[in-house]
């Protein structure tokens, strides 16, 4: 067989795939051979192993065992898993036959109907007559489970029969099948003796020494100590009962794993969802960010281009004016040699010519003072030229300096929720990454830092229940106070008193009354004021109906009862509003008592008095009185 030096390398763990479909390729080419004969087959990746020959279907056992095994190399697994993609695809279509991996089943005991003592228990017979004495008992099953220990009881009990006053003993062992395995050696050491219970049952059995066998169904049902120790110890259950429970506890356990692992799974695909929504959230965002910045770059060129344009103008327009003011100044200076020369020549007045060489100097002098001028204004232009540039450059600076900043911004985003998206991922597989765990840490812990001044809030804000509680309490005991004092001075005028709330209005109901009944029918009115002052106090008296006002829920008069339509035909409506005003009141104040409660009361206004309004009334009437005793 051939083999390239990229083959005999070693792979990495993300390579297994690729060099397992390499090597399935090259086994069906027949560069490797697999078959040796009809049913014997061979493994070429283990030639040094001890059995060379399988059948197919325990080669294909042997090629899947060697690609799942965790601390075999990269390239062993992938051999393999290409040899047993080799095995199920090609040999088994070929043979007609599919392949299955022969999953392991517990053997189960032939006689798995056979009732017996669950937890098991074995019964040990014969024991010597010294181990009777109590205080040896502790001490003689201690030795006892030390002489049976290589059979791993849990628990020996030495029991005596009071009638023949023989001992026995039972020994229990474990619940599980290690138990049931170590009891059936227990038995099988009796039995191999010739110790067991059908030798014991014999007639001219050995009286020295020890019979023992494993506790079943006739030994739960016997007599005496012993069936009474095991029906009250133990229950009678065959291995097939056993069995099935525990197929059915591992049933409902895989059961109980599948719906873990779908919970697992399902969120797993929701933050990979959530993580794929950032991604494509923050790939808008800089998708939209490059838009901005191109269009804030053409437009910054576009500025740029037309400031170059309008300097050139300007340049060149200064030039063309320099032109000017050079081509005059030598016109002048043509002009006065011309002077100059025609005075030599026709002896010209010299105070006229004087006075054109003044002119023509001042002219000179305003020629250069103009190109002076025009001198510095290119100098403040090429200057406010040089600072235009200068400002362009540092704003795109800034602006680069911005987007870097934005991106990082962005990137730092991004980042934060891939890791918290691994931090959840990480939680559901068990995954570790340190690097990553540490930044999420110190996110963890400005968490924590919120979390802690949250506490420190809520402490605060209890604190301050607690003393607006406390400030609430004094102001009720103070507000007692006031209406027990003002109850005792307020007289028939004062301004500030005690109005019990939720009481009829004597005085306005017999007013109203009086319009529709006869004046001097005093006991008529009495009785119908009294009357009426006990039916507002009827708790089963409840003419009231809830309406939504503003998305609250208010109650309001029903103004179709039947006592309140009976009253204002008989009495008329201002009896009516005397009675609706008490039940409202009634209604805010004591709507579960039904009974008048005392209140401040402003009667000027008419309304409800403030602790405030009622202090400074006592303090006005204290200063008035005093003011009388000083004058008196």
């Keep these: 067989m051939d083999h390239s030096s990229a083959e005999e390398s070693d792979i990495s763990d993300s390579d297994i795939v690729e060099y397992k479909e390499m090597t399935c390729a090259r086994l069906r080419a027949g560069k490797m051979k697999v078959k040796y004969g009809e049913k014997t087959f061979r493994c070429p990746f283990c030639p040094g192993k001890k059995k060379q020959d399988y059948n197919l279907k325990d080669l294909l056992q042997h090629a899947t065992g060697m690609g799942a095994a965790p601390k075999r190399e990269a390239k062993v697994k992938a051999t393999h898993l290409g040899l047993a993609m080799y095995l199920e695809k090609d040999l088994a279509s070929s043979l007609g036959k599919p392949l299955e991996i022969v999953a392991y089943k517990p053997k189960i005991p032939k006689n798995e109907e056979e009732k017996f003592v669950w937890p098991w228990m074995g019964i040990v017979v014969n024991l010597p007559s010294e181990l009777k004495f109590e205080e040896f008992s502790r001490e003689s099953e201690d030795r006892l489970r030390a002489q049976f220990s290589r059979f791993r009881p849990l628990q020996v009990t030495i029991l005596a029969n009071v009638k023949d006053q023989t001992l026995c003993a039972i ?173 030599t020549k026709s002896n010209i007045d010299g105070a006229k010519l004087e006075a054109a060489k003044e002119k023509n100097a001042k002219e000179n002098g305003l020629l250069n003072l103009a190109t002076q001028k025009q001198k510095e204004a290119d100098k403040e232009l090429l200057q406010l030229v ?105 007289g028939a005028r004062s301004v500030i008193g005690v109005k019990r709330m939720g009481e009829l209005d004597q005085k306005a109901f017999l007013a109203a009354c009086k319009e529709k009944t006869a004046k001097d029918d005093g006991k008529k009115l009495a009785l ?98 005093k003011k009388k005793r000083t004058y008196a």
Aim: charged share 40%.
């Design 171 to 343: 020994i229990k062992f474990a619940k599980h099948w290690s138990g049931f395995n170590d009891a059936s050696s227990f038995e099988k050491h009796f039995k191999v003796e010739k110790y067991g219970k059908v030798d014991w049952s014999k007639r001219n059995c050995r009286k020295d020494d020890l019979y023992g066998w494993l506790a079943r169904f006739d030994d739960y049902n016997s007599p005496g100590p012993i069936g009474e120790h095991l029906r009250n110890n133990g229950v009678l259950r065959s291995v097939g009962d056993l069995e099935r429970e525990g197929l059915q506890e591992t049933d409902r356990r895989v059961s109980c794993y599948a719906r873990q692992i779908e919970e697992t799974n399902k969120q797993m695909r929701e933050l990979e969802l959530k993580n794929n929504q950032n991604a494509m959230k923050l790939e808008r965002m800089m998708e939209e960010k490059d838009r901005l910045v191109e269009e804030h770059n053409k437009k910054i060129l576009k500025m740029q281009n037309a400031a170059c344009q309008s300097s050139r103008k300007i340049i060149g327009e200064n030039l063309r004016l320099h032109e000017e003011l050079e081509n005059r100044r030598k016109e002048i200076e043509r002009r006065c040699k011309q002077l100059e020369d025609l005075a």
């Design 386 to 490: 040089q600072k235009q540039k200068e400002e362009t450059d540092a704003a795109l600076k800034k602006l680069t300096d911005l987007e870097m900043q934005l991106a990082s911004k962005h990137k730092l985003e991004l980042e934060i929720e891939q890791l918290r998206g691994k931090l959840e991922v990480m939680k559901h597989m068990g995954a570790e990454e340190d690097t990553k765990l540490k930044e999420l840490d110190k996110l963890r812990e400005t968490l924590e830092e919120k979390d802690a001044e949250m506490e420190d809030i809520d402490s605060l804000n209890q604190t301050l229940i607690i003393k607006e509680r406390r400030t609430n309490d004094e102001l009720e005991d103070a507000k007692k106070e006031l209406i027990s004092g003002l109850q005792k001075m307020s």
């Design 528 to 625: 119908l004021c009294s009357k009426w002052d006990g039916e507002i106090k009827q708790p089963g008296w409840h003419p009231f109906k809830i309406i939504n006002v503003d998305g609250q829920a208010k109650e309001i008069i029903q103004e179709d009862d039947e006592k309140l339509q009976a009253l204002k035909a008989e009495l008329g409506e201002k009896a009516h509003d005397v009675v609706v005003k008490a039940l409202l009141e009634m209604n805010e104040y004591n709507p579960s008592g039904r009974y008048p409660l005392p209140e401040l009361w402003n009667f000027n206004d008419d309304q409800k008095a403030s602790m405030g309004e009622v202090a400074a009334y006592l303090v006005k009437q204290w200063k008035t009185h």
